[in-house]
């Protein structure tokens, strides 16, 4: 009798933005290809495949510490362990990662995942290093229907960012923006929609310039529409948009395209515009809110979420102050708040040794940020009870397995009892309860 070869397994650690979530769904999906079945136990991987962030500081040393236990396994263990490193951290530090870490056998960067099979299999026989960019299309985008298979789907449309937001390290990381042919998008989004999908977001770190590099290829608002027309298809989202770049034509979507979720994240990052201009950012408070207005009058109750960056080098309290009235004035229904990270090798990293905000002060202001959002959220969510709303059921309930989850138009989590059949459809529901994170309600009569 023949013994069956044991079933390779891939333990994953990924940090970051949505980006590498759809990066890792990727990778998981070709591995998948040569036999390799994921699991939450490291100790029982024969891969260990981390995805790094190099946007703040914090994700870079969970890398280290990550490497740390993984160097322990692999000495400990009884068979052998490769340890790869993706990500944007792989991509801007491969060299020096491989050259400090012996633990460490495969290191590549987000344009290499189209080869993560060969790189795997290249590296149980010697250490290997693969930090090559493509700016051809036809290679650089993975299809994100290797992956995928539920009611909501993301669909990769741009790689890499051409702008140079004094603090970001994306650009460093992830290259030059590059757009995928629009009928490239257009036929996976098709592919998905047959497979079930009935959600679709479109991904890129500047949505709002695609196609703009590409000769004959239509813009992001012509991509919006010929995506809304595929039928079967509910909703579409995108992200991320860039307030410079968010053209008239985009924000007439929201009041044409039906299927366009009423819904738009647009980061904001400072309300201040001395803080705006040292961002890099191109944008003034005042455009800001022009946008804020045109978008709220093409589509009625338009959720709007923003992403703010406090204790920026040389950020005054006037200058917060600014950014705390911005959000009273706009009353995001959500942001991410962070504080500023200086990043290798950009500007904003130059400012912050001159005109560091003291880490305690940074601190001090990021919490009364997110007090004032906390209740703005708590308030925008209450306003929900009592209303019937319509909902893409897409899942169960994290807090219940036995009810359904979905989400609206405007984007926030609703759970309630129903039925499987309701699975991938849209169902009227009565919001009884509002939580800070999701509203909970009954099937409407
Ligand atoms: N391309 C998107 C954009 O323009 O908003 C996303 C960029 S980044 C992955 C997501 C968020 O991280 C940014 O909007 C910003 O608020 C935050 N961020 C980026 N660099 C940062 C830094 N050096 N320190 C603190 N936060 C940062
Ligand atoms: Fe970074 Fe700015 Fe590009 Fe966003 S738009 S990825 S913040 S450089």
């Known amino acids: 009798m023949t013994e069956e070869p044991p079933v390779p397994r891939v333990f994953v650690q990924t940090w970051g933005c949505q980006m590498n979530d759809s990066d890792t769904g990727k990778m998981l999906a070709l591995l998948a290809k040569d036999g390799f079945v994921p699991t939450d136990l490291p100790d029982e991987a024969d891969l260990l495949l981390v995805n790094t962030c190099a946007v703040r500081a914090k994700p870079e040393h969970k890398l280290f510490s990550f490497l740390g236990r993984a160097a322990l396994l692999k000495r400990t263990a009884d068979r052998p362990i490769l340890l790869a490193v993706a990500g944007c951290i792989a991509q801007r530090d491969g060299a020096r990662l491989l050259a400090e870490h012996p633990e460490v056998d495969l290191v590549f960067g987000p344009d290499a995942i189209p080869r993560v099979r060969e790189l795997v299999e290249q590296a149980r026989l010697r250490r290997v290093i693969d930090l090559r960019r493509t700016d051809d299309p036809s290679i650089a985008f993975v299809p994100d229907l290797v992956s995928r298979g539920g009611v909501s789907a993301l ?13 970001c390290a994306v650009p460093l990381a992830r290259g030059a923006e590059t757009s995928r042919a629009s009928s490239a998008i257009l036929s996976e989004v098709r592919a998905l929609v047959e497979r079930g999908a009935r959600d679709i977001t479109l991904l890129g770190q500047n949505v ?8 004959g290829e239509i813009s992001f608002a ?15 989202r995108f992200m991320t948009s860039h307030p410079r770049d968010l053209s008239a034509d985009v924000v ?5 395209l039906e299927k366009l979720g009423a819904h738009l994240h647009l980061p904001v990052q400072s309300g201040s515009d001395r803080i705006l201009r040292r961002m890099g950012r191109g944008v003034t408070r005042e455009r800001y809110l022009t946008l804020v207005k045109s978008l709220r009058e093409a589509r009625t109750g338009i959720s709007l979420t923003t992403d703010f960056i406090v204790g920026f080098p040389g950020e005054t309290e006037q200058d917060f102050e600014d950014s705390l009235a911005l959000l009273e004035e706009v009353r995001f229904d959500a942001s991410f708040s962070f504080v500023f990270s200086p990043r290798p090798k950009t500007p904003a990293q130059v400012l912050h040794l001159r005109e560091a905000v003291p880490a305690s002060v940074a601190a001090k202001r990021l919490g009364r940020l997110q007090a004032l959002q906390l209740e703005i959220s708590r308030a925008s969510q209450a306003a929900f009870v009592g209303r019937e709303v319509e909902v893409l059921v897409d899942g169960t309930s994290r807090q219940d397995a036995l009810e359904l989850s979905g989400r609206t138009s405007c984007f926030r989590t609703v759970n309630f009892q129903g039925t499987q059949d309701m699975m991938g459809r849209l169902v009227r529901v009565r919001i009884d309860t509002a939580g800070i994170n999701s509203l909970h309600g009954l099937p409407a009569a």
């Open 155 to 167: 669909v990769t449309i741009q790689k890499g960012c051409d702008n140079h937001c004094t603090y």
């Open 208 to 215: 709002d310039s695609y196609g703009r590099k590409r000769a």
């Open 222 to 236: 012509g991509l919006l529409r010929e995506v809304a027309a595929v039928p079967g298809l509910l909703r579409l």
């Open 252 to 256: 007439d979507c929201y009041a044409k």
